[in-house]
């Protein structure tokens, strides 16, 4: 059985949505089931996310996610962190996912997961040099 434990923020960075979810319901104390009926989901859906099967969670699920495991937005798509330091005070990424995933919808036919949505974050939101 995988290890729940994030030793450090590069750790969240790299690690998959699928083992996020699977961490972070192991660190809540909650069985898949019990995980499912927070979030308005059957368990089945939950071991797809688990197992990487479904990479594709909307905002809607993800903020439900985050309210059901008893953590932020920004851990479950493993950006636990202020990547522009002391450019701007925080970054509201719960926003910034509900942006893209609006744009991703008026562009049908493109699909992104949650991790390639992160990956975006990455190039976007890099720190502004100068």
Not at 39 to 56: F, L, R
Not at 57 to 83: Q, S, W
Request: proline fraction near 3%; aromatic fraction near 6%; glycine fraction near 8%.
């Amino acid at each position: 059985m995988p290890d729940t434990k994030i030793d450090s923020p590069l750790d969240i960075e790299t690690e998959s949505l699928a083992h996020r979810i699977w961490r972070l319901r192991m660190a809540a104390g909650l069985n898949k089931a019990q995980l499912a009926r927070r979030v308005g989901v059957s368990d089945v859906t939950v071991g797809y996310w688990e197992a990487g099967t479904i990479k594709q969670i909307g905002h809607e699920r993800l903020v439900a996610l985050a309210d059901a495991l008893g953590c932020t937005f920004n851990e479950i798509i493993g950006k636990d962190n202020n990547p522009l330091g002391d450019y701007c005070e925080s970054v509201d990424y719960s926003e910034l996912y509900l942006r893209i995933e609006k744009a991703v919808e008026v562009n049908e036919g493109i699909s992104l997961s949650a991790d390639d949505i992160r990956c975006l974050f990455d190039n976007i939101l890099q720190k502004p040099s100068g």
